[in-house]
């Protein structure tokens, strides 16, 4: 059973600019929830969704949204990127009661 | 407002030892308890977790143990061994699969 897969791994680019990631779930989950992960700040929730709308949103700026799409793959764009947003960003997939709430390996993104 | 705290920031354990780690939430709301346990360059993969009507759970060397009263929750780990060396999590979840994590411990086992 294939895991959660996040793209790309690793990503650079430099201040203003926008980034897109993306997130396909494990087959049969509908719920795709997104994280910052940075030392300083731990684990931060960005936002959660669940057939194709969001359920959930945690307190991040609007530069920060996301989609997903009707087979549940799930993208998280941020725009005017700023250097405090070098970070880890996390996906994690479940059904939806939170059953099998499962990680990705996280993209790696370097703001310059 | 961090609504999981966790504690120790970081724990070195000898090989063979117990490794004890607490956290503590306040919202009552909370209905899911989980650990994970991260490797670097991984992302969190979840190692246990229990439900607040439980007040201990276990799963081979991993134990949770659970005090609704005080609000609190802990990881133990017996028998510890090299290979245990990672960053843990403890997390709380909300309905709605909204989770908020503790800020991580990093353990070391030392041979």
């Known amino acids: 059973k294939a895991g959660v897969t996040q793209t790309p791994r690793y990503l650079i680019k430099t201040r203003g600019q926008q980034v897109t990631l993306s997130c396909s779930p494990i087959?049969?989950?509908?719920?795709v929830s997104w994280y910052q992960q940075t030392p300083g700040q731990g684990l931060q929730f960005l936002f959660e969704y669940f057939s194709e709308t969001q359920r959930n949103k945690g307190n991040f700026p609007g530069r920060f949204s996301g989609r997903q799409f009707s087979n549940s793959r799930s993208e998280m764009n941020v725009s005017t990127l700023e250097l405090g947003d070098s970070a880890l960003y996390l996906c994690?997939?479940?059904?939806?009661?939170?059953?099998?709430?499962?990680f990705g390996s996280g993209t790696r993104l370097t703001v310059v | 407002q961090q609504q999981v705290k966790q504690s120790p920031q970081s724990l070195i354990v000898q090989k063979g030892g117990i490794s004890i780690i607490n956290c503590a939430y306040e919202n009552t709301a909370f209905d899911y308890f989980p650990w994970y346990q991260q490797f670097p360059g991984k992302g969190p993969a979840l190692l246990i977790a229990i439900r607040p009507d439980v007040s201990e759970k276990k799963e081979g060397r991993f134990t949770i143990s659970f005090n609704k009263s005080a609000k609190q929750f802990s990881l133990h780990i017996m028998d510890s061994q090299p290979g245990d060396s990672a960053t843990y999590f403890c997390a709380a979840r909300v309905t709605g699969n909204q989770f908020y994590f503790g800020t991580g411990t990093s353990l070391t086992v030392i041979p």
């Open positions: 087959s049969g989950h509908r719920s």
């Open positions: 994690a997939s479940s059904s939806m009661d939170g059953a099998g709430y499962t």
